[in-house]
């Protein structure tokens, strides 16, 4: 495995050049429709839902800044912006996920050993070690030291929850990053190129079925999680991104065909994702996991599209096109 | 800078987020913030939470059996937050508690404001802890003094009782309405009114 590159000059590959071009303009046109709608909005509601989405344009421009200047440090910059981002989506899971006194233990561990190990096996591109950490190492540690912490109440219940929180928020979100080990010969975009088109798809999906459930969306798909999940958002978010991602099949590894697949399953995955998120929160009575991203909650409501989207993604890569 | 460090670093690590339910109006009028105690961290987060003006003339009151044990404790209990130092609870006789009233008194003067947790110790579990009659002796000892209660929640999850090393949870520091010592109210009446002023910040 050839080490990360560890310059820290700022550089994009041509392909990596014009899908940032692409997305650039996509957000100035977010902008523009923005500022129109913001000037037709007239009744209250239409007024705050409009509100929310300039919020959220808003909020999209820094992260977008963020994630290009993370890509352009060509790897590195990849694995700290995702490694915080792990570090704080933690943070707001265990918040709201009930604990007892005695799991102060396992709870320094998750954030203080776990998590940075995970992040350094990727630094490091050490695969083997990567892959099972958190599902082999956490899983048999964990619930004996939480046995020796003496508290037997619900004790399946909180062991199970320090551990879906590990898996969540540092393990499948680090296979974001990881995309950088997996090196497809012939590919000119280089070792970002497939994190740049996993996180692409993944995002423009939820903004997409966003935009349709807000101008279309009328049959919820399961009321109970989320009434802002409806089909008529989830068929054409999907529609319109597999579409976008089989066009941008250049920019990738695959043919189109394969990309529209890749696409498809990154969208199916980010609404399972979505979806799973949800129902946590409703379950603890909350509508956003946190506060830090204006407009669009914590950062585990933005990240929830990738939990499941990554792992499937980098496993079907690794499977099919890495020698 | 190395007080203004510090109140950043406890937000930080409490990933604090601060609610004023009612304005600090003005900031630098002399109060008691009152919180209920669940953590090491809770008196420098509610200082760290105030605005500047109200911070620098406010000082916490600190019990000397913790703070003034261990020389980097005592450097920070007397330098960076000026603590008022007193005996208490179960250590202090009766005479000392008066005198533990006339002391932070003394300290307050005119101007300064004061930070306490009236349940006088760290609660274990996180439940609100029957509040001891400091406030209510310091109130009768200066009349019409305005009196703000602080929630701090999930403070006890991050360092709670018995633990050295904090976990990053999320907090949340909740400024209520001010309060103040009706005349003639008694003291039962009074702490009891105090504690549910605070406990009522707890639901929202």
């Keep these: 495995m050839p080490p990360l590159p560890t310059s820290m000059t700022l550089q994009l590959n041509p392909i990596l050049a014009r899908l940032m071009l692409g997305v650039v303009a996509l957000l100035v046109l977010g902008t523009i429709v923005g500022a129109v709608l913001a000037t037709r909005a007239t ?23 963020v994630f290009a200047v993370a890509v352009a440090t060509g790897g590195v910059g990849s694995i700290v912006l995702f490694a915080a981002m792990s570090f704080l989506a933690l943070r ?27 992040y350094v096996l990727v630094w490091m591109q ?20 939480m046995a020796l912490a003496g508290d037997t109440t ?62 279309l969306g009328k049959r919820p798909i399961a009321p109970t999680v989320s009434p802002n999940k409806t089909w008529e ?47 946590i929160k409703r379950d603890r009575g909350v509508k956003d996991y946190g506060t830090l991203i204006e407009g669009h909650g914590g950062v585990l409501d933005r990240v929830d599209s990738l939990l499941f989207a990554a792992p499937v993604y980098f496993h079907l890569i690794r499977f099919f096109y890495v020698p | 800078m190395i007080e203004r460090a510090l109140a950043r670093l ?5 990933g604090a987020s601060v609610r ?20 090491h961290l809770d008196f420098v987060l509610i200082w760290s939470a105030l605005p500047a003006e109200a911070r620098a003339r406010t000082r916490p009151v600190a019990g000397a059996d913790y703070w003034m ?42 101007d300064a404001s004061i930070i306490v947790f009236p349940e006088g110790t760290r609660s274990p579990d996180g439940s609100l802890l029957p509040f001891r009659s400091g406030l209510y002796h310091l109130c009768q000892r200066k009349p019409g003094l305005e009196l703000i209660p602080v929630y701090l929640d999930n403070l006890a999850r991050i360092l709670p009782k018995g633990e050295v090393l904090p976990v990053p949870l999320l907090s949340r520091v909740t400024f209520g309405a001010p309060q103040r010592m009706e005349t003639d109210e008694g003291k039962r009446e009074f702490l009891t009114r105090m504690r549910d002023a605070l406990a009522t910040l707890r639901e929202g």
């Design chain 1, 154 to 215: 619900r004790f399946l219940e909180r062991t199970a929850t320090v551990q879906w929180g590990l898996l969540a928020c540092v393990y499948c979100v680090s296979y974001a990053p990881a995309l950088l080990m997996l090196v497809v010969p012939g590919y000119a975009g280089g070792r970002t190129g497939l994190l740049f088109y996993l996180v692409l798809i993944a995002q423009l999906n939820d903004v997409l079925q966003y935009t349709f459930g807000k101008l």
């Design chain 2, 20 to 39: 004023f339910t009612v304005p600090l109006d003005p900031p630098e009028r002399q109060r008691v913030y009152f919180g209920n105690h669940t953590s």
């Design chain 1, 233 to 279: 958002g989830f068929i054409g978010g999907t529609v319109t991104t597999v579409v976008i991602g089989t066009a941008l099949w250049w920019a990738t590894p695959f043919p189109p065909l394969v990309a529209a697949a890749m696409s498809l399953v990154i969208t199916i995955m980010g609404f399972a994702g979505g979806l799973t998120m949800s129902a």
């Design chain 1, 126 to 145: 050490w695969y083997g070690l990567f892959a099972i950490l958190i599902p082999v190492y956490a899983f048999v540690t964990i619930p004996g030291r």
């Design chain 2, 10 to 14: 406890a937000r930080i690590i409490a």
């Design chain 2, 69 to 110: 044990r261990g020389r980097v404790r005592r450097y920070l209990a007397t330098h960076v937050f000026h603590a008022v130092v007193i005996e208490r609870g179960a250590h202090a006789a009766p005479a000392t508690a008066r005198h533990s009233v006339e002391t932070i008194a003394a300290a307050m003067g005119d």
């Design chain 1, 43 to 65: 009744s209250k509601p239409a007024r705050a839902t409009v509100a929310n989405l300039n919020a959220r344009i808003r909020a999209w421009w820094v992260m977008v800044a």
């Design chain 1, 92 to 118: 707001e899971f265990m918040t709201l996920t009930p604990t007892s006194r005695a799991d102060h233990g396992v709870l320094f561990w998750a954030f203080f050993i776990f998590a940075p190990i995970q």
